[in-house]
C-alpha cells in the first residue's frame, strides 16, 4: 500500500476478506459505529481507560487526518461496509521523525490477524513518510497488543504503573 487513496483486499486468517484503505473524513460515522461495537474492556485498552464515547472533535480529529503526519488505515467488512479495525499513527509535534501508533478491531473480528496486517501497513505508510521511529503504549495485562507490537517489530522500552511503552526503529 503505497498511495494514500489506495485500497487492497486482504484476507483473515480464516480467509474472510476485507478492504483496507486509507480513512477519511467521510468516515466519521462509520467511525463512530466501529466505536460502538468496541467492548468496554476494548475501549480501554485502546485509550488506556474508561472511554464510553467519542466526542464530536475526538471523532473529527480521528478521520481528518493529512496521510502524512497522521496517518489511519480502516479494514472494511466488504459485505456491510463497516470499519472493522484501524490503524494509525500521529507525528510528536516536537519530534518530526517521530509518531505514536494506535490499533484497535472491533471484538467480533479479533484474532483474525486484522490487527497484524493494519500494522504492518501502518509500519509501512510511517516508513514511506520518513517517520524513523514509531512509539506505542499500552497496558502491562494486554498481552494482544503486545504479540501484536512485537511481531510488528517493537521493543520494550520502559514499564511503570501497569503501563508498557514500546519503540521500534526503522531498519
Known amino acids: 500500500m503505497t498511495a494514500p487513496g489506495s485500497c487492497a483486499t486482504v484476507f483473515t486468517v480464516y480467509g474472510i476478506p476485507v478492504d483496507v484503505r486509507p480513512l477519511t473524513a467521510g468516515d466519521r460515522d462509520r467511525l463512530a459505529d466501529a466505536f ?5 474492556r ?3 485498552d485502546r485509550f488506556l481507560g474508561a472511554k464510553p464515547r467519542l466526542s464530536p472533535a475526538e471523532l473529527t480529529y480521528l478521520t481528518d487526518v ?4 497522521h496517518e ?3 479494514a472494511i ?3 456491510d461496509d463497516r470499519i472493522v479495525g484501524v490503524a494509525r499513527y500521529a507525528v510528536e509535534p516536537a519530534e518530526p521523525g517521530t509518531a505514536d ?3 484497535f478491531v472491533v471484538d467480533a473480528w479479533q484474532r483474525q490477524g486484522i490487527a497484524t496486517m493494519l500494522g504492518e501497513r501502518i509500519v509501512q505508510r510511517a516508513g514511506e513518510n520518513g517517520i524513523a521511529r514509531l512509539r506505542a503504549t499500552t497496558f502491562a495485562d494486554n498481552r494482544a497488543a503486545r504479540a501484536v507490537l512485537g511481531r510488528l517489530g517493537f521493543v520494550a522500552v520502559g514499564i511503570g504503573a501497569g503501563v508498557v511503552e514500546l519503540e521500534r526503529r526503522r531498519d
Open 66 to 69: 493529512d496521510h502524512r503526519r
Open 42 to 44: 476494548s475501549r480501554r
Open 101 to 103: 501508533i494506535a490499533l
Open 72 to 74: 489511519a488505515l480502516a
Open 36 to 40: 460502538g461495537r468496541m467492548s468496554e
Open 77 to 79: 467488512d466488504p459485505d
